[in-house]
């Protein structure tokens, strides 16, 4: 490998001559094939060479390891070069100058994505080098190569927080990565501790020490998060070694440990603050799984804990020490030692000198609130506010609520009338926040869930408060606008008294849910994006929201008249003037359109005009996909609900969406085929502007963007329902089943195939398709020797009920048994009678029913040929029709996952709509195709089966048949359908 030229590559792909740079790039994906290019990357970021060089390398080799290090990825990087890597990546990283901290953490993160994959049993000498390099840097007292792989240990060990719950083969892993990590940790901290107490310790020094103690206390953190190891334990022995005690009065140590010189005077976090924030999360973790190991030095540690916690100040810095603290003592409040809190005057302390200082609003939340709204509204309504000094006040007051509810109440209670008091009475400018305060303690009060998930379902309360009767006097008075709606008062109230709404929309009188949307409308006028935002957010919420019992929506259809006109004009006025893409007003459109259906017919070219010209802007630079996925949903609502008004929606539509393919807007190309599919459903016939799509969604091209192939199989299996014969006559069935062959091979989209395949054999006439059905079959066949997956089967089975019920069985065994001779019989045992049961869905159990019906009651050769295959066939279709198991049914060990991941592509969490965009594809709700019963021609298959079985046993040779199936072990309610019971 030249190393030269590979050094000129990289020092190419960051210049900022763009077009430079893309040569250099795809120049470096072709040599990533190579044998040993990682591993001469790795040799650049070693090298003595400029540090924009070898951080250009860096990010490279980490790239690498993020996306091609998996187990599926041999292809891209080898075995031999994933060892050579791992084999010298440890010492690159501790080797590299302590003056490019940028390039010791792009190579720290790489070593991370090589450890999440391979670590600890493709890597298992990873934790004996760390621990023997850091014993030699302990010795040496060399802190900066200490801290250097105490922070790799850390990266590699964070990973066993993500676990839910100890299995035997977890359990396996950690105890002897524990035992070695365990002695090392305990000697750099004791070290550390000792080192820390040194009297006129210079500041730097001290601050050294206090980080990388906060370093050991995260990789304890990593050690005894799932479960306690050998090594962590006391010795059942008074003269063994007592591990938790050494561990817990270094932390006791540390937490009293005062340093003035470490105080920070700016926005920085002190790192001694930092330190006992960690040491208290430690501690938190102790107290809910460790309780008895704990219990000795509680008090001691609760002492110091509640003293920091009574000292609240509006400090940032302060944040993770309060949080932290408030953390323990719920933890202390859930436990067994919850008497701490019993006393009456404990009780009031906690709640007024810690809950309700941590629960005001700070004048740092009012910066946010004017200067960062968008961080402001995905910290309070999208639930990210997980680490916040409200948000863990609010969990306290549950966690204290689990045994002194009355007593918190009536605390909580008495503070909040005040605090409305003092709102009402009070002339200051300031009195707002008397009530911002009242309005989350009735909040914090109403539910022992969090805030977030009351706030995400709606669930009802504790009943601690009663908040019909709160909304009503307190509430809806915020809500009225009084002529002020553009430019309130105090918006921040407004934003509270809207959210209350969210919140606590299920509490509500049905009957002041279309009051409220109406009111709501107005504040979308608001000038603050909080407000606006939040009324978007309310709208949409309250006409989503359905009665619990009945699952009927609160809103009708019928009640929407009087809201589409203000509701639509102010979203869109809203749209025009924001600062940004706020993807909770596009949405709100969408709620509205599909809440009132037909009747926003009568404004469809006022909601058009601004919609079509959103998409043009958007198609420009797509970066916010929810934003630009319920503005197509929208679009989609709209002709879902109006297909009256499909020629005027496709006058205003198609030129954009032609566009996007012109372009190849990839990003919104799934989009395009759903609605032009939709719009095609609903058409009569299939004019020339779609006619000339088709040939391009033949090409192979297209299916190469794995987002593009569920939208675009959707688009073609409409062109073959509805101009079958054409599509045979422009030689597109070739293409198509070419297509399906290659979607077979897939595992994430062999399903795609089938719905393709599905739709040419129920849709083309068969003497068309005759002469394809053996590659079909083949194509199946072979998938099941390579990737034999559940999945596969299912829908093998399925397509091969519906290919009976269209074209006979007789005429599907002749087929598999022209490929080769006994494949039927191997086809039928081991895929269709082990799986047929794990079949889901309606529609589809009846097909496989209707099928198995016609193989044992109409095919000659089931009952002549393979009569074995008949009797299993039998009792396959009878345990099918009483809802009991198949016999020779194996487990679907896949099939929760397979629904799992069904469910996770189908949906759009508005959280991080900001991270990146692919065109991953994202069904549209309201493109979606109906379920299609493809049996309908019989009604009932239990009822088909009883006629064609009457068939069966006027058979001659049914005597024979009846006597074997009676010693065949059939239970006696299945021999009673057979008539033979």
């Given at each position: 490998?030249?190393?030269?030229?590979?050094?000129?590559?990289?020092?190419?792909?960051?210049?900022?001559?763009?077009?430079?740079?893309?040569?250099?790039?795809?120049?470096?994906?072709?040599?990533?094939?190579?044998?040993?290019?990682?591993?001469?990357?790795?040799?650049?970021?070693?090298?003595?060479?400029?540090?924009?060089?070898r951080?250009?390398?860096?990010?490279?080799?980490?790239?690498?390891?993020?996306?091609?290090?998996?187990?599926?990825?041999?292809?891209?990087i080898?075995?031999?070069?994933?060892?050579?890597?791992?084999?010298?990546?440890?010492?690159?990283?501790?080797?590299?100058?302590?003056?490019?901290?940028?390039?010791?953490?792009?190579?720290?993160?790489?070593?991370?994505?090589?450890?999440?994959?391979?670590?600890?049993?493709?890597?298992?000498?990873?934790?004996?080098?760390?621990?023997?390099?850091?014993?030699?840097?302990?010795?040496?007292?060399?802190?900066?190569?200490?801290?250097?792989?105490?922070?790799?240990?850390?990266?590699?060990?964070?990973?066993?927080?993500?676990?839910?719950?100890?299995?035997?083969?977890?359990?396996?892993?950690?105890?002897?990565?524990?035992?070695?990590?365990?002695?090392?940790?305990?000697?750099?901290?004791?070290?550390?501790?000792?080192?820390?107490?040194?009297?006129a310790?210079?500041?730097?020094?001290?601050?050294?020490?206090?980080?990388?103690?906060?370093?050991?206390?995260?990789?304890?953190?990593?050690?005894?998060?799932?479960?306690?190891?050998?090594?962590?334990?006391?010795d059942?022995?008074?003269?063994?070694?007592?591990?938790?005690?050494?561990?817990?009065?270094?932390?006791?140590?540390?937490?009293?440990?005062h340093?003035?010189?470490?105080?920070?005077t700016?926005?920085?976090?002190?790192?001694?603050?930092?330190?006992?924030?960690?040491?208290?999360?430690?501690?938190?973790?102790?107290?809910?799984?460790?309780?008895?190991?704990?219990?000795?030095?509680?008090?001691?540690?609760?002492?110091?804990i509640?003293?920091?916690?009574?000292?609240?100040?509006?400090?940032?810095?302060?944040?993770?020490?309060?949080?932290?603290?408030?953390?323990?003592?719920?933890?202390?409040?859930?436990?067994?030692?919850?008497?701490?809190?019993?006393?009456?005057?404990?009780?009031?302390?906690?709640?007024?000198?810690?809950?309700?200082?941590?629960?005001?609003?700070?004048?740092?939340?009012?910066?946010?609130?004017?200067?960062?709204?968008?961080?402001?509204?995905?910290?309070?309504?999208?639930?990210?506010?997980?680490?916040?000094?409200?948000?863990?006040?609010?969990?306290?007051?549950n966690?204290?609520?689990?045994?002194?509810?009355?007593?918190?109440?009536?605390?909580?209670?008495?503070?909040?009338?005040a605090?409305?008091?003092?709102?009402?009475?009070?002339g200051?400018?300031?009195?707002?926040?008397?009530?911002?305060?009242?309005?989350?303690?009735?909040?914090?009060?109403?539910?022992?869930?969090?805030?977030?998930?009351?706030?995400?379902?709606?669930?009802?309360?504790?009943?601690?408060?009663?908040?019909?009767?709160?909304?009503?006097?307190?509430?809806?008075?915020?809500?009225?606008?009084?002529?002020?709606?553009?430019?309130p008062?105090?918006?921040?109230?407004?934003?509270?008294?809207?959210?209350?709404?969210?919140?606590?929309?299920?509490?509500?009188?049905?009957?002041?849910?279309?009051?409220?949307?109406?009111?709501?409308?107005?504040?979308?006028?608001?000038?603050?994006?909080?407000?606006?935002?939040?009324?978007?957010?309310?709208?949409?919420?309250?006409?989503?929201?359905?009665?619990?019992?009945?699952?009927?929506?609160?809103?009708?259809?019928?009640?929407?008249?009087?809201?589409?006109?203000?509701?639509?004009?102010?979203?869109?006025?809203?749209?025009?003037?924001?600062?940004?893409?706020?993807h909770?007003?596009?949405?709100?459109?969408?709620?509205?359109?599909?809440?009132?259906?037909?009747?926003?017919?009568?404004?469809?070219?006022?909601?058009?005009?601004?919609?079509?010209?959103?998409?043009?802007?958007?198609?420009?630079?797509?970066?916010?996909?929810?934003?630009?996925?319920?503005?197509?949903?929208?679009?989609?609502?709209?002709?879902?609900?109006?297909?009256?008004?499909?020629?005027?929606?496709?006058?205003?539509?198609?030129?954009?969406?032609?566009?996007?393919?012109?372009?190849?807007?990839?990003?919104?190309?799934?989009?395009?085929?759903?609605?032009?599919?939709?719009?095609?459903?609903?058409?009569?016939d299939?004019?020339?502007?779609?006619?000339?799509?088709?040939?391009?969604?033949?090409?192979?091209?297209?299916?190469?963007?794995?987002?593009?192939?569920?939208?675009?199989?959707?688009?073609?299996?409409?062109?073959?329902?509805?101009v079958?014969?054409?599509?045979?006559?422009?030689?597109?069935?070739?293409?198509?089943?070419?297509?399906?062959?290659?979607?077979?091979?897939?595992?994430?989209?062999?399903?795609?195939?089938?719905?393709?395949?599905?739709?040419?054999?129920?849709?083309?006439?068969?003497?068309?398709?005759?002469?394809?059905?053996?590659?079909v079959?083949?194509?199946?066949?072979?998938?099941?020797?390579?990737?034999?997956?559940?999945?596969?089967?299912?829908?093998?089975?399925?397509?091969?009920?519906?290919?009976?019920?269209?074209?006979?069985a007789?005429?599907?065994?002749?087929?598999?048994?022209?490929?080769?001779?006994?494949?039927?019989?191997?086809?039928?045992?081991?895929?269709?009678?082990?799986?047929?049961?794990?079949?889901?869905?309606?529609?589809?159990?009846?097909?496989?029913?209707?099928?198995?019906?016609?193989?044992?009651?109409?095919?000659?050769?089931?009952?002549?040929?393979?009569?074995d295959?008949?009797?299993?066939?039998?009792r396959?279709?009878?345990?099918?029709?009483?809802?009991?198991?198949?016999?020779?049914?194996?487990?679907?060990?896949?099939?929760?996952?397979?629904?799992?991941?069904?469910?996770?592509?189908?949906?759009?969490?508005?959280?991080?709509?900001?991270?990146?965009?692919?065109?991953?594809?994202?069904?549209?709700?309201?493109?979606?195709?109906?379920?299609?019963?493809l049996?309908?021609?019989?009604?009932?298959?239990?009822q088909?089966?009883?006629?064609r079985?009457a068939?069966?046993?006027?058979?001659?040779?049914?005597?024979?048949?009846?006597?074997?199936?009676?010693?065949?072990?059939?239970?006696?309610?299945?021999?009673?359908?057979?008539?033979?019971?």
């Amino acid at each position: 490998m030249d190393l030269d030229a590979l050094s000129r590559l990289l020092h190419s792909s960051i210049s900022m001559d763009a077009q430079m740079r893309g040569q250099a790039t795809d120049e470096l994906a072709r040599r990533r094939l190579q044998q040993g290019f990682p591993a001469a990357v790795l040799n650049i970021v070693g090298s003595p060479s400029s540090e924009d060089l070898r951080l250009a390398a860096a990010i490279y080799l980490k790239n690498c390891a993020k996306n091609y290090w998996g187990a599926t990825c041999d292809e891209v990087i080898t075995p031999q070069d994933k060892q050579a890597i791992k084999n010298n990546v440890i010492g690159v990283v501790l080797d590299s100058p302590s003056s490019c901290r940028a390039l010791t953490e792009t190579l720290a993160e790489c070593v991370t994505y090589i450890a999440e994959s391979d670590f600890p049993h493709q890597w298992p000498d990873l934790t004996d080098e760390l621990c023997k390099r850091a014993e030699a840097a302990f010795t040496a007292k060399q802190r900066p190569e200490l801290t250097g792989i105490m922070t790799l240990m850390h990266s590699v060990f964070v990973r066993y927080r993500d676990y839910a719950e100890l299995t035997e083969d977890l359990v396996a892993e950690i105890v002897p990565i524990a035992n070695k990590v365990g002695p090392c940790l305990n000697a750099v901290m004791g070290m550390l501790c000792q080192d820390l107490q040194q009297p006129a310790l210079p500041a730097p020094q001290a601050k050294e020490i206090v980080m990388l103690l906060k370093t050991c206390v995260q990789i304890y953190h990593d050690m005894i998060c799932i479960d306690l190891p050998n090594y962590f334990e006391d010795d059942e022995d008074p003269k063994g070694p007592q591990r938790v005690a050494e561990f817990m009065n270094y932390y006791l140590g540390l937490m009293k440990y005062h340093n003035p010189a470490l105080q920070t005077t700016s926005y920085d976090k002190s790192p001694i603050d930092d330190l006992k924030a960690t040491i208290t999360d430690v501690l938190t973790l102790f107290l809910n799984k460790y309780d008895s190991d704990f219990q000795p030095y509680l008090s001691a540690f609760a002492e110091i804990i509640w003293g920091s916690s009574t000292q609240v100040t509006e400090d940032t810095r302060l944040d993770d020490s309060c949080i932290a603290g408030m953390d323990f003592l719920a933890a202390t409040a859930r436990s067994i030692h919850h008497g701490v809190f019993k006393d009456d005057q404990t009780l009031s302390t906690v709640c007024e000198q810690i809950v309700i200082p941590n629960i005001r609003i700070r004048r740092v939340d009012v910066d946010s609130f004017e200067d960062e709204p968008e961080e402001y509204i995905r910290a309070d309504i999208e639930g990210s506010d997980a680490h916040t000094r409200r948000r863990s006040a609010c969990e306290l007051t549950n966690a204290l609520c689990k045994n002194y509810q009355d007593k918190v109440a009536e605390i909580f209670q008495r503070h909040a009338m005040a605090l409305l008091n003092q709102y009402q009475s009070s002339g200051d400018q300031e009195r707002w926040k008397a009530m911002d305060c009242a309005i989350y303690l009735i909040t914090a009060l109403s539910t022992k869930q969090s805030v977030s998930a009351i706030a995400s379902s709606g669930v009802r309360g504790t009943g601690c408060i009663n908040i019909p009767e709160f909304f009503s006097a307190h509430i809806l008075p915020e809500l009225n606008p009084n002529g002020r709606a553009k430019n309130p008062e105090f918006p921040v109230l407004k934003a509270d008294a809207i959210k209350f709404v969210s919140t606590f929309r299920n509490q509500i009188s049905p009957d002041n849910y279309v009051p409220c949307v109406g009111v709501l409308a107005e504040w979308l006028k608001c000038e603050s994006d909080v407000v606006q935002t939040y009324a978007a957010s309310a709208i949409e919420k309250l006409l989503s929201s359905k009665d619990l019992q009945t699952k009927v929506a609160h809103v009708q259809k019928s009640q929407m008249g009087p809201l589409i006109e203000p509701c639509f004009m102010n979203l869109f006025q809203a749209l025009n003037t924001a600062m940004r893409e706020n993807h909770y007003l596009v949405q709100c459109i969408m709620r509205v359109i599909m809440t009132a259906e037909n009747l926003v017919g009568a404004y469809i070219g006022p909601i058009l005009q601004p919609l079509v010209g959103i998409l043009h802007q958007v198609t420009k630079n797509p970066n916010n996909p929810a934003y630009n996925h319920y503005l197509f949903e929208s679009i989609s609502a709209l002709v879902k609900h109006n297909p009256a008004q499909v020629p005027a929606i496709e006058e205003a539509i198609f030129q954009p969406f032609a566009q996007i393919l012109e372009s190849d807007v990839v990003e919104f190309m799934p989009y395009v085929f759903q609605i032009f599919a939709q719009l095609l459903e609903i058409r009569p016939d299939v004019p020339q502007c779609y006619a000339q799509l088709l040939p391009q969604l033949m090409l192979p091209d297209l299916y190469r963007n794995k987002g593009n192939v569920p939208a675009v199989i959707r688009l073609v299996t409409v062109f073959v329902e509805k101009v079958p014969m054409a599509f045979v006559e422009q030689n597109h069935l070739e293409r198509a089943l070419g297509i399906f062959a290659q979607l077979a091979k897939s595992k994430t989209l062999d399903h795609e195939g089938f719905v393709l395949v599905n739709a040419l054999v129920t849709s083309i006439p068969y003497e068309h398709l005759k002469q394809y059905m053996p590659k079909v079959m083949m194509v199946m066949c072979q998938r099941l020797t390579t990737a034999k997956t559940i999945k596969f089967c299912k829908m093998m089975i399925l397509f091969c009920s519906l290919f009976v019920h269209m074209r006979g069985a007789d005429e599907l065994i002749q087929i598999l048994e022209a490929i080769k001779p006994g494949l039927w019989k191997m086809m039928f045992e081991n895929v269709w009678i082990q799986n047929v049961g794990k079949v889901t869905g309606d529609n589809s159990k009846k097909a496989c029913k209707i099928a198995l019906t016609k193989l044992c009651c109409e095919s000659q050769l089931m009952t002549t040929q393979y009569s074995d295959l008949w009797l299993r066939g039998v009792r396959a279709t009878v345990a099918l029709l009483e809802g009991d198991d198949v016999v020779g049914t194996v487990a679907d060990k896949e099939g929760a996952l397979y629904q799992q991941l069904t469910y996770q592509a189908a949906s759009l969490g508005t959280k991080g709509y900001d991270e990146g965009y692919t065109n991953a594809y994202c069904p549209l709700q309201c493109a979606s195709k109906p379920e299609v019963d493809l049996c309908r021609d019989i009604a009932d298959p239990k009822q088909y089966f009883e006629q064609r079985w009457a068939m069966v046993q006027a058979m001659p040779q049914f005597s024979s048949m009846g006597h074997t199936l009676r010693q065949s072990g059939m239970p006696q309610n299945h021999l009673r359908v057979l008539r033979l019971g």
